[in-house]
């Protein structure tokens, strides 16, 4: 009767382990104990933010419940970009981006703009825009100066030129450099300047952690820009990674950011778990903490530049059924600290454990 007993005891905690298992592929997560009042914002000795999505402010609950409890920054995924803001020549359309700001600020939360010129999100009348290069400079200066005053006082920062480099270090030959030439990114940021003396004002791009040249070629357009005093305060590293990035790339690209003396962003995170594009991989808990590592060891370089240059880390978007990493590769994938019913994962302790 006794061993009986015992095997019933055994077979109860077996079952009781299996039902903490989550949906987030079937793992069995046991959370690290932390206060019960922890939040990434409450705890992150640096601004910690997270790109939103309007109608998911607008209509999930959870998901700006939680915009609302664990940061104190936050972007705008899309709304704020070109085709978003300015579908023709004499429109636009304020009524998402104003949501969202808004929303930012009944909450207190600080608010990144993202972004003003960028060669996607680029509505037809641009694309098909005919004229000489006056009127194309005076297209790309009124698109920036009327949406830089239309949100002065209110947002913090802008991203002004994104992704303006290829990965080779050569400068994107994009609609804006053909019709505007190479200097094109200088005049941005001044022209954004003469619209807001006292925004700050940021170079954005992606690959500073797997191209070393397209690092230095970024880095080095930045030290020009300040010697020749262009207006310019920051660098936005995307850091759209993945858990296999080495260590030593994820530091050299921190510290090579740093090195230019500008404020630092950390502007688009996300840690994929399927570079490979399996489209039948799931989550393990195996996966799972090696991503909990890789995310600790980003917050924990990036905590260890001088205090001044921490402008902040933003992940790209909330939980792991809305980054746009699985619709733009067509592939399941996990990025974010929070799973698709928005509790922590292992990420979200990792990236406590690494300000520890
Ligand atoms: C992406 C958004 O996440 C998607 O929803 C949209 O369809 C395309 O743009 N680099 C950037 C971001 O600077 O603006 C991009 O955002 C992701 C890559």
Request: glycine share 6%; with cysteine.
């Amino acid at each position: 009767m006794k061993k009986r007993c015992f095997y019933i005891a055994i077979v109860v905690l077996f079952l009781s382990a299996c039902s903490k298992s989550n949906n987030t592929g079937g793992t069995t997560v046991t959370p690290p104990i932390v206060a019960p009042d922890t939040t990434l914002q409450n705890t992150l000795p640096f601004p910690i933010g997270a790109s939103v999505s309007i109608s998911l402010l607008q209509n999930n609950t959870k998901y700006s419940n939680l915009a609302k409890k664990e940061y104190n920054s936050l972007t705008a995924e899309n709304a704020m970009k070109f085709a978003g803001l300015h579908p023709s020549q004499n429109t636009y359309t304020w009524t998402d981006a104003d949501y969202f700001v808004n929303f930012a600020q009944a909450n207190n939360k600080r608010i990144h703009g993202h972004t003003l010129l960028w060669h996607q999100s680029l509505p037809s009348w641009v694309t098909n825009f005919v004229g000489d290069s006056t009127a194309w400079e005076n297209l790309m200066k009124t698109h920036i100066q009327t949406v830089v005053a239309h949100f002065k006082g209110k947002v913090a920062s802008w991203d002004v030129v994104n992704e303006a480099f290829e990965d080779n270090g050569s400068l994107r030959n994009s609609i804006w450099r053909q019709k505007l030439g190479n200097d094109y990114v200088a005049r941005c940021f001044q022209y954004a300047y003469q619209a807001d003396t006292s925004v700050l004002l940021f170079y954005n791009d992606y690959g500073h952690e797997y191209s070393s040249t397209k690092r230095a070629a970024i880095i080095n357009m930045l030290n020009t820009f300040k010697s020749r005093g262009v207006p310019v305060h920051g660098i936005g590293l995307q850091f759209h990674t993945n858990y296999t990035q080495s260590d030593a790339n994820i530091a050299a690209a921190i510290t090579a950011a740093a090195g230019t003396g500008l404020k630092v962003h950390i502007s688009e995170l996300d840690v994929a778990l399927n570079a490979g594009n399996n489209p039948a991989l799931t989550l393990t808990a195996s996966l799972a903490e090696q991503q909990a590592t890789k995310y600790k060891f980003i917050f924990k370089i990036y905590n260890a530049i001088p205090a001044a240059q921490k402008f902040g880390i933003t992940t790209w978007n909330i939980g792991d059924a809305d980054s746009w990493i699985p619709r733009q590769y067509n592939r399941p994938d996990w990025p974010l600290p929070f799973d698709g019913n928005y509790l922590r994962k292992p990420a979200y302790y990792g990236i406590l454990d690494g300000i520890k």
